[in-house]
């Protein structure tokens, strides 16, 4: 993916659209537009093109654009739960998240969605934050957003963590953040400047005034009354001293919320913003930063490369990706010949699950599935990884073979079998084309013995080559391969 020059967020949120285009350049960043719109009428599609975003399908702009395109995704109905589990590699975490979220979750595996993302190991234990949404209400979003192709589907809560540290200054330490619309309060719980959990409450701006009435007087007991259950719902109903920040565009009714939060025994205090990160300050004011500060804070997370989001939406949407130039590897002989070691891979995938013998296997899986002993999870899985060994990590092959060439050499076939070595053959422009392909390959983790032939064509002076190699351990022959 090439650089970036601007960043395009779009979001609905408390039945109002908001868009912002964002530029980074010298270190700071600059809004080059805003854009709202209250319109009952208009649509996701309706509002993409109001911002002068394509909306047609035959159009590729995402492709050529220097502008990344991102859609905010309302937290309303996400759940978050936080959770401790043993060291443990990627796959065997995932797998313990997915039997806790089949196990503890109301609705079946195949109607969920979840991802999840892992804080610094401490005493041999990890924890997790875990964002679980129903897959329809995800399906649901995408159909309206697709038509505008954006790069990324965030979440509207990561954004207002994400503002928070920018311009409200915001710091690393553990602390609550409070983004108030009109009519709904966004609640974010961060742990060491993340997002670890977030809740909406159905209380907003309009609910409270500057005039004390009896009614706002009731709001205001009622809000803080709901913001002591969602620290408890935190884990967090006994940290007194922990901050609650309420983001404000500085009036009198933000004052009114921290005070409420205060009277009720909470460390609430007001984040107003800090522009000095922008250029052209003069032409903005704190109630432009906060009434967009959500796309703004989607545009900041979008230009940050170590975000590491939370992408509920990881299996559900393809983005488009800004390429810049066709891959040699792109061929239709080279797709062919993927085809045919999919069908070559099947056969392997059986052997290797019989090796440990699936009746074994199935006694051992059905003794491990114990909820609360994580431990056993972690067994489990690693009963599986020994299983699995013998099964050849296919995209990985395919991924050296890829970055190990070069601008005209075009790949013809891949040939894979279990117990002989990987053949590829195709055609190079020279010698030393020929030459630097063997010794990347040869450099390459897991890949041993690259020996190849070639012959020149005397008409059109291309090299054609056959080149085999041992790929880990699957080119090694066993007692089985041989019969």
């Known amino acids: 993916m090439g650089i970036w020059q601007s960043v395009v967020a779009i979001i609905n949120d408390d039945n109002e659209f908001k868009g912002v285009e964002l530029r980074k350049q010298d270190g700071a960043f600059e809004i080059l537009w805003t854009r709202?719109?209250?319109?009952?009428?208009?649509?996701?599609?309706?509002?993409?093109?109001?911002?002068?975003?394509?909306?047609?399908?035959?159009?590729?702009?995402?492709?050529?654009?220097?502008?990344?395109?991102?859609?905010?995704?309302?937290?309303?109905?996400?759940?978050?739960?936080?959770?401790?589990?043993?060291?443990?590699?990627?796959?065997?975490?995932?797998?313990?998240?997915?039997?806790?979220?089949?196990?503890?979750?109301p609705l079946p595996p195949e109607q969920i969605e979840l991802t999840w993302r892992a804080d610094q190991l401490r005493d041999?234990?990890?924890?997790?934050?875990?964002?679980?949404?129903?897959?329809?209400?995800?399906?649901?979003?995408?159909?309206?957003?697709?038509?505008?192709?954006?790069?990324?589907?965030?979440?509207?809560?990561?954004?207002?963590?994400k503002i928070w540290e920018v311009f409200f200054s915001g710091n690393k330490d553990n602390a609550v953040v409070l983004s108030t619309g009109s009519h709904n309060t966004q609640v974010c719980l961060v742990e060491e400047g993340r997002l670890s959990n977030a809740v909406v409450l159905d209380i907003g701006i309009e609910d409270f005034s500057a005039e004390v009435t009896e009614e706002q007087t009731e709001t205001t007991e009622r809000f803080a009354q709901d913001m002591r259950s969602v620290l408890d719902l935190f884990g967090c109903s006994n940290q007194d001293e922990l901050p609650v920040f309420v983001l404000s565009d500085g009036s009198a009714s933000y004052v009114s919320i921290v005070s409420s939060l205060r009277l009720a025994g909470l460390n609430a205090r007001v984040a107003t913003p800090d522009i000095n990160g922008l250029m052209a300050k003069s032409e903005l004011s704190d109630e432009d930063i906060y009434q967009y500060r959500t796309p703004i804070g989607l545009a900041l997370m979008a230009f940050d490369a170590g975000a590491d989001e939370l992408n509920l939406f990881e299996r559900?949407?393809?983005?488009?990706?800004?390429?810049?130039?066709?891959?040699?590897?792109?061929?239709?002989?080279?797709?062919?010949?993927i085809v045919s070691i999919m069908l070559v891979l099947l056969a392997i995938v059986s052997y290797a699950v019989d090796i440990a013998g699936p009746s074994s296997i199935e006694k051992r899986l059905e003794a491990s599935v114990s909820d609360v002993d994580m431990?056993?999870?972690?067994?489990?899985?690693?009963?599986?990884?020994?299983?699995?060994?013998?099964r050849p990590d296919l995209l990985d092959l395919l991924k050296v073979v890829n970055e190990s060439g070069e601008r005209g050499i075009t790949l013809t076939s891949l040939s894979f079998k279990k117990g002989q070595p990987v053949s590829i053959s195709g055609e190079a422009s020279s010698n030393d084309q020929l030459s630097r392909y063997e010794k990347n390959l040869q450099n390459a983790k897991g890949i041993e013995k690259v020996n190849y032939t070639a012959n020149t064509n005397a008409k059109s002076r291309k090299i054609t080559f056959?080149?085999?190699f041992d790929y880990k351990n699957f080119g090694r022959k066993t007692a089985r391969s041989k019969s």
């Not at 949407?317 to 010949?337: D, E, F, G, N």
Request: net charge positive; hydrophobic share 40%; charged share 25%.
């Open 124 to 161: 041999e234990q990890m924890g997790v934050t875990i964002a679980v949404a129903r897959k329809e209400q995800l399906q649901k979003f995408v159909g309206k957003v697709r038509c505008f192709k954006p790069a990324k589907i965030l979440l509207n809560s990561e954004g207002i963590v």
């Open 375 to 390: 431990n056993l999870l972690v067994k489990r899985q690693q009963l599986i990884k020994t299983v699995t060994r013998e």
């Open 466 to 468: 056959t080149m085999t």
């Open 316 to 337: 559900l949407y393809i983005p488009m990706q800004k390429v810049a130039q066709r891959h040699w590897l792109y061929s239709p002989k080279v797709t062919v010949a």
């Open 36 to 105: 709202s719109s209250e319109d009952a009428d208009v649509d996701w599609r309706g509002f993409a093109a109001e911002c002068g975003l394509s909306v047609e399908p035959t159009a590729l702009e995402g492709t050529d654009s220097d502008r990344m395109i991102v859609a905010g995704f309302n937290t309303a109905g996400t759940i978050f739960h936080r959770t401790t589990v043993p060291a443990a590699g990627d796959k065997e975490i995932e797998s313990i998240i997915q039997l806790q979220a089949e196990t503890r979750l």
